[in-house]
Structure formats: structure tokens, C-alpha cells
């Protein structure tokens, strides 16, 4: 069965949950970290799904691989970013776990399907 539409990725609906979770527990962070790491892991997270609909919207298997690749790099600068939170202290434990645990999913995601366009 061809794939018709990124949505149906798995991967980018597990990104999108991760989009999610990311905002939830950077809403607890100091309000003079706006413009600092709310935003850089805010935008990192959202650039997970959007370079995978980005490149599966290529048509070009090279394409989707470079984009997979970009937002692996992305995914990595969450969970980067998620950890300094943690040793900051803006975040608990319990939060840390359910980011880093839904980072896992989608890293072992992109990794089958990059494995799997690289065949």
C-alpha cells in the first residue's frame, strides 16, 4: 500500500504527541526563559514533524531521507534540551521520564523508517 499522506506515518503522529508534551511541561518553565530555551525547545520539537511532512511532501526518496535526517538532529536537541531543563530544575523528574521516554519512540521510528527507505 502506497502512502498518500504523512499523517498516516506513525512516526509523525508520535512526533506530534511528543510536540505536545514538550509544551505542556515547558509551560512550567521561568518566565525569563521566553525567549530562551521555552522557545529553542519549542521550536526544535515542532521542526520534528514538520521536516517529516516536509519530506515525504518532496516525492523523492533522497528528499524524505534529508529531511528524516534533519529532524533526527531536531529530536536530539529536545532531548539536549530537556535535560538541562531537568538539571536546571524547571522540570521534575516524573516530566523529564514522559519527554524523554515519547523521544525514544520516535528516535527508534525515524531510525526503522530511514532503515527502511535506505533499502
Known amino acids: ?20 508534551e514538550v509544551y505542556k511541561t515547558s509551560r512550567a ?19 520534528i514533524p514538520s521536516n517529516i511532512a516536509e519530506g515525504q511532501g518532496r516525492r523523492t526518496t533522497p528528499d524524505f531521507l534529508r ?6 538532529g531536531s529530536l536530539r536537541e529536545v532531548e539536549t534540551q530537556i535535560l538541562i531543563d531537568r538539571r536546571l530544575r524547571y522540570i521534575t ?24 527507505l535506505s533499502r
Open 1 to 20: 500500500m502506497k502512502l498518500k499522506n504523512y499523517q498516516e506515518l506513525i512516526v509523525w503522529q508520535k512526533s506530534m504527541d511528543l510536540v505536545e
Open 29 to 47: 518553565f521561568p518566565r525569563e526563559e521566553v525567549y530562551g530555551l521555552t522557545s529553542q525547545i519549542r521550536r526544535a520539537s515542532v521542526s
Open 67 to 72: 529531511h528524516l535526517s534533519i529532524g533526527y
Open 93 to 116: 523528574q516524573a516530566s523529564l521520564e514522559e519527554v524523554m521516554n515519547l523521544a525514544g519512540e520516535v528516535g527508534r521510528l525515524l531510525n526503522g523508517l530511514m532503515a527502511s
